[in-house]
């Protein structure tokens, strides 16, 4: 099986406090619009008049710090913009973010390890907000063997390697399926975070060749598998993706664990066949 360089391991997340020079009031009435919310529907969330909306958004009126935290924690904003409002507003940011390799993170670091091995031999991946390969198990391989070597240099991004015509793309047999189902993923990443990052990746897969069918046939699937060839088998997996609840940390924030589980009976026995569960 084709395995990652673990050189991206834990490593691979770097603090990077990102700065701006629009407005508060500029931020503030941008987020709005994003959620879209109308100045008395988030006043009212944040039990605040619907002219201090529109003066702290106008300029009018400086937010104070508490202000900024309430009125990002009622626009559902990241974390890592929340930071960024704060700074354009002169205060200092309120969560930290740390390198997985910090001591703070120990404990982040330990329950992802411990995620990974317990779901060994199954595939089980970590990324970071934009879907770079932060961590894996040694099962990974069985997902990307035959990719291109250029594709599992770090850092990884797991869509472009998923779709890539050099990655594992040429061994989705549902591939038209799979390709509507993660652009579909990130149209929601993007709606929610309106990060131009993900606006830039979703460009780059949605150009790569891909099958015609975006839906499964008769529409009746509940969930859209990843159907593969694997050593001359027909594999299926359904996978769940997991977060770290209540996060306070940029870093910890956004981080996913993506991980795989036989969709069907012959892949079952395929990887009991071969150690897996």
Do not use: K
Not at 200 to 222: D, Q, T
């Amino acid at each position: 099986m084709g395995t990652v360089p673990r050189s991206f391991y834990c490593g691979a997340m770097t603090a990077a406090q990102e700065t701006t020079t629009e407005p508060v009031g500029e931020l503030l009435r941008r987020w709005r619009g994003h959620r879209r919310m109308t100045q008395l529907d988030l006043a009212n969330r944040a039990e605040v008049s619907t002219r201090h909306v529109s003066f702290l958004e106008t300029g009018r009126a400086q937010p104070t710090r508490e202000m900024l935290l309430r009125l990002g924690e009622q626009l559902d904003i990241p974390l890592r913009d929340r930071n960024t409002l704060l700074l354009a507003a002169g205060f200092a940011p309120a969560f930290p973010e740390h390198v997985l390799a910090d001591v703070p993170m120990s404990a982040v670091v330990d329950a992802v390890a411990q995620i990974l091995a317990a779901h060994d031999p199954l595939p089980a991946v970590v990324v970071d907000r934009h879907w770079n390969m932060i961590d894996a198990n040694s099962a990974i391989g069985l997902l990307t063997d035959g990719a291109a070597a250029w594709l599992l240099e770090p850092p990884v991004n797991v869509l472009r390697l998923s779709l890539h015509p050099d990655g594992m793309a040429p061994r989705i047999t549902n591939l038209g399926q799979w390709r509507a189902h993660v652009l579909h993923r990130l149209d929601h990443q993007i709606e929610a975070t309106g990060d131009r990052e993900l606006r830039r990746l979703r460009e780059e897969l949605a150009a790569y060749p891909g099958g015609e069918s975006a839906v499964s046939p008769g529409g009746a699937s509940l969930v859209v598998p990843l159907r593969l060839r694997a050593n001359g088998h027909d594999l299926a997996f359904l996978s769940t993706t997991t977060v770290f609840g209540t996060p306070m940390d940029v870093t910890v924030s956004e981080l996913a664990i993506e991980s795989f589980f036989p969709a069907d009976a012959a892949t079952t026995r395929f990887l009991g066949a071969n150690g897996a569960r």
